[in-house]
């Protein structure tokens, strides 16, 4: 089992461009969350999808945005990016029955 | 809505010791309550969790957390510490109910471990 794996690990991008993070769920989970942990701060939710829909988002601007595919795959998408976007982004998935989240090691995003 | 406290930024204990890293939450009802551990560049691992039932929980590597109604609080302990042990420890917190799945996390203890 792969479990969650996030790609790509590491990017640096420029002020104003836009960017795209990916996430497989570990098998067997339909459910994908998305979570921003900026430098020394806990992980802050960004949003969370199920059946290929946005179910809750936290508060976070329209600028970020996401997508869920029929297999469960999901994408971040970053626009407009700001210095204060750098940070830890990192996916969680779940399954149907039982509700722990398990987590992928995350994607270093940094913006210069 | 919800919110996490982890009151203490960074702990040092030295091997062998006991360990207690302290949790308050705010929530209107039960939540479902969670410890997780991060070392450094890596994702997040969840060590134990609560969602009813005895308030003393047990998890991996050793770890357990006893629930307070009354002090809102889900402290996490190790009776003896590895240095293995060495990393961030998240405090996190989800709304009740099937469904509604969305943690909101303190802001972290790092715990170092003298030899």
């Known amino acids: 089992d792969a479990g969650v794996t996030q790609s790509p690990t590491h990017l640096i991008k420029t002020r104003g461009q836009q960017v795209t993070l990916r996430c497989s769920p570990k098998s067997g989970h339909d459910t994908v969350s998305w979570y921003q942990q900026a430098l020394g701060q806990g992980p802050q939710f960004i949003f969370q999808?199920?059946?290929?829909?946005?179910?809750q988002r936290g508060n976070f601007p329209d600028r970020f945005s996401g997508h869920q595919f029929p297999n469960y795959s999901s994408e971040l998408n970053v626009n407009a990016l700001l210095l204060g976007d750098s940070a830890l982004y990192l996916c969680?998935?779940?399954?149907?029955?039982?509700?722990?989240?398990?987590f992928g090691q995350g994607t270093r995003l940094t913006v210069v | 809505a919800q919110s996490v406290t982890q009151p203490d930024i960074h702990i040092t204990v030295s091997e062998g010791a006991s360990l207690e890293l302290r949790c308050n939450y705010s929530y209107g009802a039960t939540p479902y309550l969670f410890w997780y551990v991060q070392s450094p560049g890596q994702g997040l691992q969840l060590l134990l969790k609560y969602f009813s039932g005895d308030t003393l929980v047990q998890g991996i590597k050793g770890f357990e957390a006893e629930f307070k109604r009354s002090q809102s609080s889900f402290n996490l302990r190790k009776p003896s510490v590895h240095w293995s042990d060495a990393a961030e420890y998240f405090c996190?917190?989800?709304?009740w109910g099937a469904g509604s799945y969305q943690l909101t996390f303190g802001k972290g203890t790092k715990l170092s471990v003298i030899p």
């Open positions: 969680a998935s779940r399954g149907r029955v039982g509700t722990e989240a398990f």
């Open positions: 999808y199920y059946e290929e829909e946005e179910r």
């Open positions: 996190a917190v989800a709304p």
